[in-house]
């Protein structure tokens, strides 16, 4: 589902990706890890067609989402194929309810109302967010709004997930939270998901494959267990 092939990103020179080369199976969860400055966003940049578009970072080598090149095309063109959830849910709110930010991308893409509904339905189980549904995003726990952002981007139906350190702003529970209903969401919807995070503990339990980068390049890809005896 995702493909790097000698994937190598400068900004300045420097390279702050060098030849990455992995994939990313339909359905698997794959974990991104290494400390900060080892090119974890860049990666995710580079997965979801921000790098090289609008990153001012250079790119070698091949990136392949779904079968796509990213190089052809734009993150906008590509909505169906991957969606991306920051770190700050709060600065990726449109709208005040969890309902209405549900529905928000689906409004902007003339979805039918009764599928919107049908789909708002679906997200708010998947992510147990049911009980939340006609609250205010600005009286949720850090966690729950995590969820509803991750909802958001799930409305558009994407085939791959990326997000980039989801529970850096969480405390210990609601970042267990945020990972327990991605891992069930995998499990459930066959999802590929694409995750960085600097704390390995945290999310190593949840992850069908591990990348694990340092600042010279890919020290190793592949199942957890090899993984971390490598590091
Ligand atoms: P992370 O929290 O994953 O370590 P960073 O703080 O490294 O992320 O990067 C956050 C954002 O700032 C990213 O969009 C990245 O592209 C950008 N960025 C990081 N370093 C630089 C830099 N030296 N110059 C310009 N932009 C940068
Ligand atoms: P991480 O997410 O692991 O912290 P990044 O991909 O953000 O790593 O950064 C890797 C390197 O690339 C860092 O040295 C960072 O400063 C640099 N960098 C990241 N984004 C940019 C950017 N947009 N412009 C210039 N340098 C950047």
Redo the contacts with the bound molecule.
Sequence with gaps: MIEFRDVTVS?TGTPALREASFTVGEGELCLVVGP??SG???LL?AACARVPHF?GGLLSGTVLVAGRDTRDHLPRDLADVVGVVG?DPLASFVTDSVEEELAFAMEQLGVAPALMRKRVEEVLDLLGLAPLRGRALADLSGGEQQRVAIGAVLTAQPRILVL??PT?ALDPGAAEDVLAALTRLVHDSGITVLL?EHRLERVVQFADSVISLTPDGVAAAGAPAAVLAHS
């Design positions: 900004y900060t400055g974890k966003s860049t940049g990153s770190q980039d350190e850096s960085a």
